[in-house]
């Protein structure tokens, strides 16, 4: 166990030097709206739900495109989103490839702003605000309503959007902790690596919420955070391991 600390505590220290590269990350491409606007917590959670069995930094160059364009920007307004046609929605999600299903993504983002206009005025931060800003009533609440929250209700995009959240807005949260590893194919490879799991587990249906787990019981106790660690994992995975840890 103590073995397995170091060797987290050396991957963090290669990242905060700069030894993992990552100098630019996929949610860098944004249009550096104010930190505490709307816009900017919109523009940070839509395209969330189609980070999915795609490249992240594809997605969000289109997200940035997307929202840069003037015939397209509308669709990070919920409420003008509801306004629009099935037919408005795909072309603009689609012009620069935000939405790469035609049909199904554009129901997932409608789905989304239908949410957000219903209950919340179409705000995230009204969002986190009836939530009491505390991670983990986020969390319970978003998990309770999936059918709401399509995508995003999934246990790797839930927790990795709430990071970004906490990376990219100016919303200061409570239960930061309770952000966890967001279990995507780099960091379940980086997990492996490490020996949090074996390679025969990645078959197990429930992977991502063992890997989540086993990473909350490692650093518990620790002054590390669960979500601190993702990053660093995903880059080490993605560069071929080529740190030494």
């Known amino acids: ?9 050396k991957l963090l220290a290669f990242y905060k030097n700069g030894e993992l590269g990552g100098e630019k990350m996929p949610e860098d491409s944004n249009p550096k709206l104010p930190k505490n606007s709307e816009e900017n917590f919109l523009y940070f959670t839509l395209p969330m739900a189609l980070n999915y069995q795609r490249n992240s930094y594809v997605l969000w160059q289109s997200a940035l495109q997307t929202f840069l364009d003037a015939d397209c920007q509308s669709v990070f307004c919920p409420q003008k989103v509801l306004q629009m046609s099935e ?3 795909r072309d603009k999600l689609t012009k620069f490839k935000l939405a790469i299903q035609p049909n199904k993504q554009p129901v997932i983002w409608r789905t989304l702003c239908q949410t957000l206009v219903s209950h919340f005025d179409g705000s995230v931060k009204a969002l986190f605000a009836q939530n009491g800003y505390n991670i983990l009533s986020i969390k319970n609440y978003i998990t309770q309503n999936k059918k709401q929250f399509p995508y995003l209700s999934g246990t790797k995009i839930l927790n990795y959007w709430l990071y970004v959240m906490t990376q990219y807005t100016s919303e200061k949260f409570f ?19 490490l020996g949090i799991i074996n390679q025969e587990d990645l078959s197990k249906s429930n992977i991502r919420e063992i890997v989540s787990e086993k990473w909350k019981r490692l650093l518990a106790g620790t002054n590390i955070q669960p979500i601190d660690i993702h990053t660093p994992l995903w880059l080490w995975s993605r560069s071929g391991f080529k740190a030494n840890i």
């Open 1 to 9: 166990m103590n073995n397995l600390i170091e060797k987290v505590k």
């Open 87 to 89: 037919q408005q929605l």
């Open 175 to 193: 239960n930061r902790q309770e952000i966890s590893v967001a279990p995507d194919t780099h960091v379940l490879q980086a997990s492996v690596k």
